[in-house]
């Protein structure tokens, strides 16, 4: 089968690539870089801004049958000032279309940040797909409004809730204040971790999945059937929870360098508990991610990741 991977050079466009063609699939990977970035697997680089209403009127017709994976997004939520609308909303709209005109299955990597209400308070619960979506950041409300652009289309559909990603790629990217970033960099600089608490004085929960479990549920996902109504939703995650403060122990325990650790009581964390229910996830995949945040540490302090 042939696969387009929007934002192809992002955080899980590098992994899905990789996953798609040991899978034996063509891949078409588009982004906004004028060549691929280097060590991309694919067999085509289509260089645009899926943004841009022009891309709409490319000739996606060429490629028929084919599955549509949308990862092209704006995931910086701690800066100020950013397009959401432009870089989730609208290159969403332009996936949508590209999935009309190769009539094949449309993929969004959306976000937990959608969920909000008390289960992302305290006391902790898991939150399954029916729950709450009415977001409270600037980030959120755009990847809702990506997965209801999706539904308006009408599109053959699956949207993933992406939790907590784990990627040995993580510290190559932009510092955006991720907690990995930050501890990477603490220990390249020996700057401070800084853990904020929440209004119950606790640090925030988080459910972790690795990017390749990620992007081999993408691909087990273009053989599962969505309800006649609209597209399946379903949640990528493992089901444990994960503590900021048992985040940093786990590097620290393996780090050869201290980690200079803060706790923040002064500022409070935006939904605190983002903890997912794999019920769906296991009836469809026969299977749930592992929890493989001593798995993900081991592996980027030995060197084989890209950012020792």
């Known amino acids: ?50 943004a841009d209403p022009r891309a709409r009127g490319c000739d996606w017709q060429v490629f028929p049958g084919a599955a549509v994976f949308h990862l092209a997004a704006d995931t910086r939520i701690y800066e100020a000032g950013r397009d959401f609308a432009r870089d989730n909303v609208a290159t969403t709209e332009t996936a949508c279309v590209i999935a009309q005109r190769t009539s094949g299955r449309l993929v969004l990597f959306s976000s937990s940040a959608v969920y909000s209400g008390p289960r992302t308070h305290r006391p902790v619960a898991s939150l399954a797909e029916g729950d709450e979506t009415n977001p409270t950041t600037p980030y959120g409300r755009s990847k809702c409004a990506a997965e209801e652009a999706v539904r308006r289309a009408g599109v053959d559909a699956v949207v993933l809730r992406i939790f907590g990603v784990l990627s040995n790629r993580l510290p190559l990217m932009p510092e955006r204040g991720n907690l990995i970033q930050a501890i990477c960099r603490a220990w390249r600089t020996g700057s401070e971790v800084i853990v904020p608490l929440d209004r119950d004085g606790e640090p925030a929960v988080r459910d972790y999945v690795s990017d390749e479990d990620i992007c081999r549920c993408a691909l087990a996902s273009l053989t599962w ?35 200079n650790v803060r706790v923040d ?23 749930v991610p592992a929890d493989r945040v001593q798995e993900f540490w081991e592996q980027l302090l030995s060197g084989r990741g890209p950012a020792r």
């Open 1 to 50: 089968m042939t696969v387009i991977i929007t934002g192809a050079g992002g955080l899980l466009g590098h992994s899905l690539a990789a996953e798609a063609r040991r899978a034996g699939h063509k891949v078409i990977a588009l982004g906004r870089a004028a060549k691929p970035p280097v060590g991309l697997a694919c067999d085509r680089w289509i260089a645009g801004d899926l």
């Open 225 to 259: 059937t969505p309800p006649p109504t609209g597209p399946m939703v379903v949640n990528v995650c493992t089901g444990v929870a994960t503590t900021a403060l048992e985040m940093v122990d786990a590097a620290r325990s393996l780090g050869e360098r201290p980690l």
């Open 265 to 287: 009581s002064s500022s409070l964390v935006v939904n605190p508990v983002m903890l997912g229910d794999p019920s769906e996830l296991r009836r469809l995949h026969k299977s």
